[in-house]
């Protein structure tokens, strides 16, 4: 799922709640800070949202009235296939098929910068990783704190951070003291 679906469903929703205000179910005043998150179980839907537990206090309302009353006033969407409120008040939105499959559109389109992100822009790391041991055999296994390293590395400067690498070759200390 993409980012643009999540905006996409934070419209629908802040649509729904101007609707609630302006037939005074909701405070004019009243800011919506709720979240849409992926579910971790498709079960419950491709999305899911805490919005009525977040109003259900301005609306001096249950949670889960307010949920239906949230449901019923979202705008219609081609992408949205199934909409059901669950447990106390979540909402949970199961997107068509088609909709799935957009995020393979983004992928084509945004080619090697998909999955990037500038969310820790300007912030600095430094990831710190150690070479093979010089005093034995070398084997394939030495390579993996190089590729970890690397690895970990490539992740965090693709998420936005400024990673400073430092590469130790282990040539200190005493087992070099007893090999030389």
């Known amino acids: 799922m993409s980012q643009a679906q999540i905006d996409t469903l934070t419209s629908l929703f802040d649509s729904a709640i101007e609707v609630l205000k302006n037939d005074g179910e909701l405070p004019a005043d009243w800011q919506n800070n709720s979240q ?3 579910t971790k179980d498709t079960s419950h839907g491709d999305f899911a949202s805490n919005i009525a537990l977040t109003a259900a206090k301005a609306a001096k309302a249950n949670p889960r009235q307010v949920a239906e009353k949230i449901v019923n006033a979202l705008p219609e969407n081609q992408d949205i ?3 059901e409120i669950a447990g ?3 909402i949970n939105v199961f997107l068509n098929t088609e909709a799935k499959f957009a995020v393979l559109d983004d ?3 945004l080619q090697d910068s998909f999955g990037l992100s500038k969310q820790f822009e300007g912030q600095k790391i430094q ?4 070479s093979a041991n010089p005093t034995s055999s070398l084997h ?3 390579g993996r704190g190089a590729a970890f390293g690397m690895s970990v590395s490539n992740l965090l ?4 951070y400024d990673v400073t690498r430092e590469y130790y070759v282990n040539d200190a200390g005493r087992q070099m003291d007893i090999l030389a």
């Open 36 to 38: 849409i998150t992926r």
């Open 81 to 83: 296939r199934q909409i």
């Open 88 to 90: 106390p008040g979540f």
């Open 107 to 109: 992928i084509f389109n």
């Open 127 to 130: 990831v710190e990783f150690v």
């Open 140 to 142: 394939v296994g030495h």
């Open 157 to 160: 400067e693709a998420i936005g």
